[in-house]
């Protein structure tokens, strides 16, 4: 029988602003009974087995602790982004000593030079404490595409969907299942035969789906810890009027930083930047998401830093690879595979730049 998946439009939003427009349809046939599950023998998970490789020493070394399970590796991820702060602030320091000398122009370049490789570290160890986050609910990213597809056909096996759905609360996995059948319109929960059902997806729709399920669970993580502070800590609307920013600053980086070393509630992080109208009701998460408006969903759907866009950038392009035109045979169940790895990503994300914030100031978006 021949059919797609459809696009319907949510009660709330989903996707983040601007990430994909328009209907969304595979173009695929169902079949009757579930095929079984064809695998190459190249699509490994064993170690890291992440489709994106460390750039720099820093996250090699890391990647090399992460591998080798050696103890104290949360300890060395700490310590790297402290000497990788110091040496930018070094650099830094020499250049504003510098001005009016002769040596100005090269402090100058010196400085360009450090800020992009610690940047380029940086962007390492983000990667590296969210692949250890993962680790801990024993799950390893899907390799690169070209690795796991045999004869055209891609199928992700485990799925690890428990796992991945185990990092949420009840009502934010329940949004989690809304937005996968919004993005394929297919029910999360569809039933063996249907999962198992294949469709043709072009390679750079399955990418952009990918990277808009990131930016949701990052959208998620940003608006339930809003959500967390306005009802269970009995913040004060008085201060987060709009243009009171350093109040909701400083609000929101002291829970922040307290759940990134683990002394607040599990599965919270920092939302810092945005100030919110506490006349909402904050007794349902989804309600509460209603009622942001597009350009606040835009805000808090964006990462806040300069290297988390960029990590989420290269993290895809090299997941997916180039082949923008490439078509690819595949399931709904494998797609929803992508879509939940997807979305823990962008929360684990929202998470691990809180903390390493708190070590090496990052670069504001």
Partial sequence: MDCCFSYFKPKFPTLPVGSIRGPIAFQNRFNRRPLPIVASSRCQFGGLAAPLEPR?????????????????????????????????????????????????????????????????????????????????????????????????????WPSKDWELESIHSCEVLQMVRDHITAAVGQRADANVTASWATAEVHRSHLCKLYASSIFYGYLLKS????????????????????GTWTQVSEMFSIGSKQIAYNMGPTGFSSGARLPCDLGKNVGNLRIYMMGFDVEMIGMCANPRFKESVSLVGRHSRALFGDEEADVIKTSFASVKRFLLEAVAFGSFLWDVETRVNSEYVLEED
Wanted: one cysteine or more.
């Fill in 223 to 242: 608006i339930a810890f809003r959500h967390y502070l306005e009802r269970d800590l009995d913040v004060s609307s008085s201060y987060l009027g709009f």
């Fill in 56 to 156: 720099t020493p820093t996250g090699r070394f890391l990647s090399g602790m992460l591998l080798d399970g050696r103890d104290g590796f949360q300890a060395a991820a700490r310590k790297e982004l402290q000497r990788l702060a110091a040496e930018r602030d070094e650099a830094a320091t020499r250049l504003q000593l510098s001005i009016g000398s002769d040596e100005a122009c090269l402090h100058r370049r010196i400085a360009e030079c450090k800020k992009h490789e610690c940047q380029e570290a940086v962007e390492d160890v983000i990667y590296t404490l969210i692949l250890h986050k993962f680790s801990e609910i024993r799950v390893h990213l899907v390799p690169k595409l070209s690795e796991c597809l045999y004869n055209g056909r891609l199928e992700i």
